[in-house]
């Protein structure tokens, strides 16, 4: 017999790949499906195919007890489950509207395949209003004499942080549950005992999560306004670091001194080279795509893209000024992924800043730990170990802040350089060890005697 507590996860990327292993590991029975014959093959071997921290240990165990396993097969899915977590990709698309046709395509396997009730939850983004067009396109595809009212579509938005998502999945701050029908947002709920109950276990009592059952438009605007909110906290202090640099001010200073302040609180105040990385960029595309629809300006979601795309460029300026000119400059790109702990490169700052410098003549080259190419700017050679591109470059820009690019000892990169310029573009590197090394530091919105 099927238990209630049979799930199907549809889509095995970073979140379903996440949700899937992490609820089966917690004693849920989860069948996830891929349209993939790649992923699916890895993923029921029990390999993860992209890196997350702690992943794919609890994956291989999910799968050897059992509890989960992969298909591509969508009857199969149906028959055996009554939760249906939807977490397709949801990519940019034109107008600043997400792309939509994976989900669209999954939505028609879903209805092809329906036959009794089932709750289909929305996990991946999409914008305020997608579940009535949701539950349309999956009447529009159920087979003939099958009742309309198995469908009840609940929204129920993602928040993990890739490069902590695991962790972020089991300890979330609070969990969204959006419907229209109270019994199916408690089904939905009811799937999360175990990840709440997970969470007291930490003995924290700041790190209780809170469940937030709201109606289904609420919870898809709660997403793009979380993500809005963020993206504008990195823009805010980004703009701050570049208002310090000419005032001879120090945004690390600053900073941490407004962060101390509990209504502003001490995080995403790191000012850098900007965000990046497959949601702020699009998701604070459509929410001013959607307000823009509805006759509303969004004048501060505008100032927070335009000014993230500036600090990309800001970069190439600081280079520009030290190397002057750029042409036939050899200059090391320290980090590809958007950040540290994926091997995520989907809007990374890298690429626009890699093309910029090359657009201008620079000669690149790059290291990451764990991305070996990439896409957008495949002629670049990229080295596991930061030591090995350094060497012979006039500039070195750290753009990720992976452990083992702080742990770097500056006088063997002085060493190693033909010049002398380190541009560290995420404020993370000591300044004083650079500079002790004899090299040319310069950091975003941090006063040094360089600048
Ligand atoms: P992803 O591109 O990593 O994964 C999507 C997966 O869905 C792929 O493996 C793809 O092959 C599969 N897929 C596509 N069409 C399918 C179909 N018809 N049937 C079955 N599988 C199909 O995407 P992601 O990063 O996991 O993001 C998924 C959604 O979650 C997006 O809407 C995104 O905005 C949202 N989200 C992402 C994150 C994040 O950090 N990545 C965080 C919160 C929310």
Same mark, same amino acid.
């Given at each position: 017999?099927?238990?209630?507590?049979?799930?199907?996860?549809?889509?095995? %990327?970073?979140?379903?790949?996440?949700?899937?292993?992490?609820?089966?590991?917690?004693?849920?029975?989860?069948?996830?499906?891929?349209?993939?014959?790649?992923?699916?093959?890895?993923?029921?071997?029990?390999?993860?195919?992209?890196?997350?921290?702690?992943?794919?240990?609890?994956?291989?165990?999910?799968?050897?007890?059992?509890?989960?396993?992969?298909?591509?097969?969508?009857?199969?899915?149906?028959?055996?489950?009554?939760?249906?977590?939807?977490?397709?990709?949801?990519?940019?698309?034109?107008?600043?509207?997400?792309?939509?046709?994976?989900?669209?395509?999954?939505?028609?396997?879903?209805?092809?395949?329906?036959?009794?009730?089932?709750?289909?939850?929305?996990?991946?983004?999409?914008?305020?209003?997608?579940?009535?067009? /949701?539950?349309?396109?999956?009447?529009?595809?159920?087979?003939?004499?099958?009742?309309?009212?198995?469908?009840?579509?609940?929204?129920?938005?993602?928040?993990?942080?890739?490069?902590?998502?695991?962790?972020?999945?089991?300890?979330?701050?609070?969990?969204?549950?959006?419907?229209?029908?109270?019994?199916?947002?408690?089904?939905?709920?009811?799937?999360?005992?175990?990840? /709440?109950?997970?969470?007291?276990?930490?003995?924290?009592?700041?790190?209780?999560?809170?469940?937030?059952?709201?109606?289904?438009?609420?919870?898809?605007?709660?997403?793009?306004?979380?993500?809005?909110?963020?993206?504008?906290?990195?823009?805010?202090?980004?703009?701050?670091?570049?208002?310090?640099?000419?005032?001879?001010?120090?945004?690390?200073?600053?900073?941490?001194?407004? %962060?101390?302040?509990?209504?502003?609180?001490?995080?995403?105040?790191?000012?850098?080279?900007?965000?990046?990385?497959?949601?702020?960029?699009?998701?604070?595309?459509?929410?001013?795509?959607?307000?823009?629809?509805?006759?509303?300006?969004?004048?501060?979601?505008?100032?927070?893209?335009?000014?993230?795309?500036?600090?990309?460029?800001?970069?190439?300026?600081?280079?520009?000024?030290?190397?002057?000119?750029?042409?036939?400059?050899?200059?090391?790109?320290?980090?590809?992924?958007?950040?540290?702990?994926?091997?995520?490169?989907?809007?990374?700052?890298?690429?626009?800043?890699?093309?910029?410098?090359?657009?201008?003549?620079?000669?690149?080259?790059?290291?990451?730990?764990?991305?070996?190419?990439?896409?957008?700017?495949?002629?670049?050679?990229?080295?596991?170990?930061?030591?090995?591109?350094?060497?012979?470059?006039?500039?070195?820009?750290?753009?990720?802040?992976?452990?083992?690019? /702080?742990?770097?000892?500056?006088?063997?990169?002085?060493?190693?350089?033909?010049?002398?310029?380190?541009?560290?573009?995420?404020?993370?590197?000591?300044?004083?060890?650079?500079?002790?090394?004899?090299?040319?530091?310069?950091?975003? %919105?941090?006063?040094?005697?360089?600048?």
């Amino acid at each position: 017999m099927t238990s209630d507590k049979s799930v199907a996860v549809i889509g095995s %990327g970073y979140v379903g790949t996440v949700l899937a292993a992490c609820l089966a590991d917690l004693g849920q029975s989860v069948i996830g499906v891929e349209i993939d014959p790649e992923k699916l093959e890895l993923l029921n071997k029990g390999v993860a195919p992209f890196y997350e921290e702690g992943l794919e240990t609890r994956l291989k165990s999910a799968i050897d007890s059992g509890r989960l396993f992969f298909t591509d097969d969508y009857h199969l899915a149906m028959d055996k489950t009554h939760v249906v977590f939807l977490c397709v990709d949801t990519p940019p698309g034109t107008n600043g509207h997400p792309n939509m046709s994976s989900v669209a395509a999954a939505a028609e396997s879903i209805g092809a395949a329906m036959h009794e009730k089932h709750v289909i939850v929305t996990k991946s983004t999409v914008p305020v209003g997608s579940g009535n067009w /949701l539950e349309a396109t999956i009447e529009s595809a159920l087979p003939d004499g099958v009742d309309p009212d198995v469908i009840c579509v609940v929204s129920n938005p993602e928040f993990l942080r890739e490069g902590s998502a695991v962790e972020d999945f089991l300890h979330p701050d609070r969990i969204v549950v959006g419907g229209d029908n109270s019994d199916a947002v408690e089904k939905v709920s009811s799937v999360y005992e175990q990840v /709440l109950a997970q969470s007291f276990d930490t003995g924290d009592p700041s790190r209780k999560p809170i469940l937030v059952k709201t109606d289904r438009a609420t919870a898809e605007t709660i997403k793009y306004a979380a993500n809005a909110f963020l993206a504008t906290k990195i823009s805010f202090i980004n703009e701050i670091a570049n208002i310090c640099e000419s005032l001879d001010a120090d945004v690390e200073e600053v900073a941490h001194a407004i %962060g101390l302040d509990s209504r502003i609180g001490p995080r995403f105040l790191n000012a850098g080279v900007g965000w990046g990385g497959s949601c702020f960029g699009k998701d604070t595309a459509a929410l001013a795509s959607m307000a823009r629809e509805h006759g509303i300006e969004p004048l501060i979601l505008d100032a927070v893209r335009r000014g993230n795309t500036n600090q990309r460029h800001a970069i190439v300026r600081k280079l520009q000024h030290h190397l002057r000119p750029l042409r036939g400059r050899r200059v090391t790109i320290l980090g590809l992924a958007f950040k540290p702990g994926t091997d995520d490169t989907r809007d990374t700052p890298a690429l626009t800043i890699i093309r910029s410098l090359e657009e201008k003549g620079a000669i690149i080259r790059a290291s990451d730990p764990m991305v070996s190419e990439l896409p957008g700017a495949e002629d670049v050679k990229v080295f596991a170990d930061g030591i090995d591109a350094i060497r012979g470059a006039d500039a070195v820009v750290l753009l990720t802040e992976w452990p083992e690019f /702080l742990a770097l000892d500056f006088a063997e990169v002085a060493d190693l350089m033909r010049g002398r310029v380190i541009i560290d573009g995420r404020n993370a590197l000591d300044p004083e060890a650079a500079i002790g090394a004899g090299l040319v530091y310069e950091g975003i %919105g941090r006063y040094t005697p360089h600048r």
